[in-house]
């Protein structure tokens, strides 16, 4: 059960694009197409932004997308908002009803 | 709406007790596998337990297992987390996350958290 694996922070001025990637294993993101991602603003609760990999729930802008290709996750936020600014949390299903999370991605909009 | 309010947080000794409890409203409790997840302060967050609608089955993490229950009642909408032989790494705020519902595997609803403070 060891976290996945994400870049401290990223960066990006106000209409660009970023990517945020989300490194596990094939026993969790390789194994499951179940990667969700998440949303959590400081002292908020976190919110859902991506799920099934690339699926994006109701009321979530479509400048947020999602991928896989191996072991491997991401998270694109196409042009950035100010209101972006926030941490971001991958999560894999691993298998008999576990999960792991990655661990935290800063994103700060310069 | 779905609602997920936590309570029963504070402060305890190193090798003390706690009871977390999770009341919700808005939707079929008893149709849903309810978690538990944490998340240490200026950390990142940590999948707790999870126990299916029925209580049929029931999951910890690693760092708990042995620790801490986790348990439900249906008639009173209500998930519990019982937390024993608490150490000062279990500081955190704890939140109550429902798992969607159907052939898929994510939190769709969280509740505000409630802090659980671990020191002597």
């Known amino acids: 059960q060891s976290a996945l694996t994400q870049p401290a922070s990223v960066s990006g001025s106000p209409g660009q694009s970023i990517t945020i990637s989300c490194t596990g294993t094939s026993s969790d993101v390789g194994g499951y197409n179940y990667v969700s991602w998440y949303q959590q603003h400081p002292g908020k609760a976190p919110k859902l932004m991506i799920y099934d990999v690339n699926k994006r729930p109701s009321g979530v802008s479509n400048r947020f997308s999602g991928s896989k290709s191996g072991n491997t996750a991401s998270l694109t936020i196409s042009g950035l908002q100010a209101e972006d600014e926030a941490d971001y949390y991958c999560c894999s299903y691993a298998g008999s009803s576990t999960y792991v999370f990655g661990t935290g991605t800063k994103v700060t909009v310069l | 709406e779905v609602q997920l309010v936590e309570s029963g947080g504070g402060l305890v000794k190193p090798g003390g007790s706690l009871r977390l409890s999770c009341a919700a409203s808005g939707f079929t409790f008893s149709s849903y596998s309810m978690n538990w997840v944490r998340q240490a302060p200026g950390k990142g967050l940590e999948w707790v337990s999870s126990?299916?609608?029925?209580?049929?089955?029931?999951y910890y993490a690693d760092s708990v297992k042995g620790r801490f229950t986790i348990s439900r009642d249906n008639a009173k909408n209500s998930l519990y987390l019982l937390m024993n032989s608490l150490r000062a790494e279990d500081t955190a705020v704890y939140y109550c996350?429902?798992?969607?519902?159907?052939?898929?595997?994510?939190?769709?609803?969280w509740g505000q958290g409630t802090l659980v403070t671990v020191s002597s």
């Open positions: 126990i299916s609608s029925s209580s049929s089955y029931i």
């Open positions: 996350a429902r798992t969607a519902w159907g052939a898929t595997e994510y939190f769709d609803y």
